[in-house]
């Protein structure tokens, strides 16, 4: 005990360990000599008393001169036994962090030390100069950012990144904000800039929303990802009705369920939001199939290939800030440009006393058909809610929801049919469902099924996937069944487009 707090593993770290030294020999060694009473308990903090949870090694010297080395296993712990009585020194390097040292005396029994993690003071990036003119003449266009692989921010060339380190504690990080993805709403604000062929940007037009992200798996791994606003999925509410979707999956890149899909490079040490930062750049593998972002359109699912950078935080291991834009342009769906910046923060519930780390904004630049816009979505008023809550979330009414739970695309036909003495005409529609997606088709005069909702009779979706590959949802006010029929070919024509989520 040391100031009253225990130097033990949270839930999350101990399974982190398991995860990390599961199948290999231990990280942690000790004189295997020694058959002393004594231990020593090594427990790495950051400034706000957190561990540190990043890449370290960590000696313990005898004043003999015989060292015992551990490494760190993600936990901030490393436990040192079998000790003879003496003097010892601990010492701590790990990269980006000014050296730790502390001489102990040890007598029988047990001492724990806490050490404080320091990043060190002056790096190179953070005085480094900032992007000359014709460093940003580079670019094709000064309406967007320079390009990723244009201008590189400046870093600090004398430390080595701990590359795999980085990502393997990147990759806890993001598949623990995938959880807590399933436990906040927020207020958000919405700016939708049209930008000319100057590329000057024009007056905004602005929503504001109510903003609910919800996240599941199916069986096979597949990420599910719905977004809500004001308790709608319609494109309709946004500005010139084009959605902004799936912004929240960006940083899966480095879960590790999908970072195979990409190829990583650490740049070195750099700098965002003011602090030090491990600098990454990813490029999308060539013979990987994109399952970030995409768009449906003509009956046909197109992943946009992706690279991009991100900043990881020294101490905490978090992502920080991450940047992408398309490998190339798409002349298939005409999409010139998609530049995506997002920004990360922590967001403390004292309520509920819990911390997580969650998008505070995302810029949005691009170019499709010759048309150009900007747009911000800003985020405030987080709030967590519980299972009640969640369960009230309010979807929209007059619709029919599907969702693939599948690896892969789905095509069907929606076939709905007015009731009896209805002056309405049947629907049938054909569309695809990416996989791991969800489409949403809205009923109601001028909608997608231009049928009033109180004249709905029958519908049926015919699809080519397999039996309950396809999870559908009827949504009519006065209510209505759908019949699903699943392992049949669709027709290739009348095909709507959806974007991906």
């Given at each position: 005990m040391l100031g009253g707090k225990f130097c033990g593993y949270s839930a999350l770290l101990s399974w982190v360990l398991i995860l990390h030294t599961a199948g290999a020999p231990s990280q942690v060694s000790s004189n295997s000599g020694s058959h002393g009473s004594g231990s020593v308990r090594v427990c790495l903090r950051l400034h706000d008393e957190s561990a540190y949870v990043g890449p370290a090694t960590v000696r313990l010297t005898s004043e003999k001169g015989s060292e015992i080395t551990g490494k760190s296993a993600f936990d901030g712990v490393i436990l040192f036994s079998d000790l003879e009585p003496g003097t010892y020194t601990i010492s701590v390097a790990s990269p980006g962090f000014a050296p730790v040292q502390q001489e102990i005396q040890l007598e029988a029994g047990a001492i724990t030390r806490y050490l404080i993690m320091k990043p060190k003071a002056g790096d190179a990036a953070e005085n480094a100069p900032a992007p000359s003119a014709s460093d940003l003449a580079l670019n094709q266009d000064w309406w967007t950012p320079p390009e990723i692989d244009h201008v590189i921010p400046p870093v600090d060339s004398s430390v080595n990144c701990p590359v795999e380190e980085v990502l393997e504690a990147a990759g806890l990080r993001v598949k623990q904000f995938v959880t807590d993805l399933e436990k906040f709403t927020a207020s958000e604000r919405v700016e939708h800039h049209p930008v000319d062929a100057a590329g000057r940007r024009h007056s905004p037009e602005i929503r504001k929303f109510e903003y609910v992200v919800t996240v599941s798996r199916t069986t096979r791994g597949v990420f599910l990802l719905d977004e809500y606003r004001n308790g709608s999925v319609s494109p309709e509410l946004f500005p010139a009705q084009i959605a902004t979707q799936g912004m929240p999956a960006i940083v899966l890149v480095f879960h590790p369920q999908i970072r195979e899909d990409f190829e990583f490079q650490c740049e070195g040490l750099g700098r965002s939001h003011g602090k030090p930062a491990w600098q990454v750049h990813f490029i999308q593998r060539p013979n990987r199939p994109g399952r970030i972002l995409g768009y449906s359109l003509g009956g046909r699912f197109i992943s946009l290939p992706l690279k991009g950078r991100a900043w990881i935080d020294l101490e905490t291991l978090q992502v920080l800030g991450i940047e992408t834009e398309l490998i190339h342009p798409l002349p298939e769906i005409a999409l010139t440009e998609e530049h995506i910046v997002i920004s990360y923060e922590p967001v403390q519930f004292h309520s509920q006393s819990e911390r997580l780390w969650l998008p505070k904004e995302v810029e949005l630049y691009v170019e499709r058909r010759g048309r150009r816009y900007y747009r911000r979505h800003a985020y405030k008023d987080f709030q967590l809610f519980t299972v009640d809550t969640s369960q009230n979330v309010h979807l929209a009414k007059e619709s029919y929801g599907f969702t693939n739970e599948s690896d892969r695309d789905i095509t069907g036909v929606l076939t709905v049919h007015p009731i009896a003495g209805s002056k309405a005409h049947p629907v049938s529609l054909t569309f695809t469902i990416p996989?791991?997606?969800?489409?949403?088709?809205?009923?109601?005069?001028?909608?997608?099924?231009?049928?009033?909702?109180?004249?709905?009779?029958?519908?049926?979706?015919?699809?080519?996937?397999?039996?309950?590959?396809?999870?559908?949802?009827a949504r009519l006010s006065k209510g209505n069944t759908l019949d699903v029929i699943f392992g049949v070919k669709p027709p290739q024509e009348h095909l709507s487009s959806e974007r991906d989520k």
């Open positions: 996989a791991g997606g969800s489409v949403t088709k809205l009923v109601g005069p001028g909608k997608d099924i231009a049928i009033p909702a109180d004249a709905v009779g029958s519908a049926t979706f015919a699809h080519n996937g397999a039996e309950n590959a396809v999870k559908v949802d």
